[in-house]
């Protein structure tokens, strides 16, 4: 008999499996995986078969196809991030949101751009302009918005869901809040494996909103080339510059000022174009010889 679950948390080689009636129990990794160079990740789907062990009671005898992978921090098949931005303190971190809907935009994770603290006297108007222009979902909250909150809430029911952002933009407050009772269940389940609620140090699933909310460390000082982002594949964060690539006068154009390209005039937020225009510099002058050659179309 075997069952088919997810991947919630590994430590030393031993990972506790849940479907969606619950938990299945703790499981091990076959041998034979390490000899083919696969490495199981959390959120991964597996196949288990009984062990035997009364202490390990399941054995992992297959990973099932991956929809997406990070490697960094190491997570399977998410299904959607939350890209979090304040409007007031700290000033918000544009640069590294980019980097984050780059990831989400190169691994078919839907991004969600969420603006906190749109309550303060000091919010900075329109923040998130340039992402809606882009084409990107955005929502504002405030403590004292509970329909913001419910929108969020549904927008992750039954999904594998992340958040992501620089330190102090409200996420805990945020999360606290969308977990309301379930808060007690996820403090349980890191206590029962020696963790408690200390600092986040691996990547962990918690049962959210009939899905998962994945608890991943990382993400706020993660670089796209550490991702093997090339400059050629930068683009896909970008969805303004696709749509307009393709009136460039040259085909391989970069986007950084050649002449005949289209960008400039497509009507794309300025400083959205400053920013791709930088992580295009830099990957490229980390990878020189990537990037083909401009030349006319035909």
Same mark, same amino acid.
């Given at each position: 008999?075997?069952?088919?679950?997810? #991947?919630?948390?590994?430590?030393?080689?031993?990972?506790?499996?849940?479907?969606?009636?619950?938990?299945?129990?703790?499981?091990?990794?076959?041998?034979?995986?390490?000899?083919?160079?696969?490495?199981?990740? #959390? @959120?991964?789907?597996?196949?288990?078969? =009984?062990? @035997?062990? $009364?202490?390990? =009671?399941?054995?992992?005898?297959? #990973?099932?196809?991956?929809?997406?992978?990070?490697?960094? $921090?190491?997570?399977?098949?998410?299904?959607?991030m939350?890209?979090?931005?304040?409007?007031?303190?700290?000033? =918000?971190?544009?640069?590294?949101?980019?980097?984050?809907?780059?990831?989400?935009?190169?691994?078919? #994770?839907?991004?969600?751009?969420?603006?906190?603290?749109?309550?303060?006297?000091?919010?900075?108007?329109?923040?998130?302009a340039?992402?809606?222009?882009?084409?990107?979902?955005?929502?504002?909250?405030?403590?004292?918005?509970?329909?913001?909150?419910?929108?969020?809430?549904?927008?992750?029911?039954?999904?594998?869901?992340?958040?992501?952002?620089?330190s102090?933009?409200?996420?805990?407050?945020?999360?606290?809040?969308?977990?309301?009772?379930?808060?007690?269940?996820?403090?349980?389940?890191?206590?029962r494996?020696?963790r408690?609620?200390?600092?986040?140090?691996?990547?962990?699933?918690?049962?959210?909103?009939?899905?998962?909310?994945?608890?991943?460390?990382?993400?706020?000082?993660?670089?796209?080339?550490?991702?093997?982002?090339?400059?050629?594949?930068?683009?896909?964060?970008?969805?303004?510059i696709?749509?307009?690539?393709?009136?460039?006068?040259?085909?391989?154009?970069?986007h950084?000022?050649?002449? @005949?390209?289209?960008?400039?005039?497509?009507?794309?937020? =300025?400083?959205?174009?400053?920013?791709?225009?930088?992580?295009?510099?830099?990957?490229?002058?980390?990878?020189?010889?990537? @990037?083909?050659?401009?030349?006319?179309?035909?």
């Amino acid at each position: 008999m075997t069952r088919t679950g997810r #991947i919630l948390r590994g430590v030393g080689g031993q990972y506790l499996i849940a479907d969606d009636a619950g938990p299945v129990g703790m499981a091990s990794a076959r041998g034979i995986f390490r000899k083919e160079g696969l490495v199981p990740t #959390i @959120g991964d789907l597996v196949e288990c078969e =009984p062990s @035997g062990d $009364p202490d390990t =009671p399941w054995r992992m005898c297959k #990973i099932l196809p991956r929809r997406n992978y990070l490697v960094r $921090p190491p997570i399977a098949n998410l299904d959607g991030m939350v890209i979090t931005l304040s409007a007031a303190e700290p000033p =918000p971190d544009s640069y590294l949101a980019d980097k984050l809907l780059t990831i989400c935009l190169l691994n078919q #994770i839907e991004p969600l751009i969420c603006l906190t603290k749109t309550d303060l006297p000091q919010a900075i108007p329109d923040v998130t302009a340039g992402y809606r222009a882009a084409g990107c979902r955005t929502i504002e909250t405030e403590p004292d918005d509970q329909a913001s909150l419910n929108q969020l809430r549904e927008w992750m029911r039954g999904r594998v869901i992340t958040f992501a952002g620089q330190s102090g933009v409200g996420k805990s407050t945020l999360l606290n809040r969308l977990a309301g009772a379930e808060i007690a269940l996820i403090g349980s389940l890191s206590g029962r494996v020696g963790r408690g609620k200390q600092t986040t140090r691996h990547v962990e699933l918690y049962p959210l909103a009939g899905g998962y909310l994945a608890d991943t460390p990382g993400f706020s000082s993660l670089e796209l080339e550490d991702l093997g982002v090339s400059g050629e594949q930068l683009a896909a964060g970008y969805p303004e510059i696709l749509a307009a690539a393709g009136q460039c006068r040259f085909t391989g154009c970069r986007h950084l000022g050649e002449l @005949g390209c289209a960008v400039p005039g497509c009507g794309m937020d =300025p400083d959205r174009l400053q920013r791709y225009r930088y992580f295009r510099t830099r990957l490229d002058s980390l990878n020189p010889y990537s @990037g083909s050659r401009p030349h006319t179309r035909s």
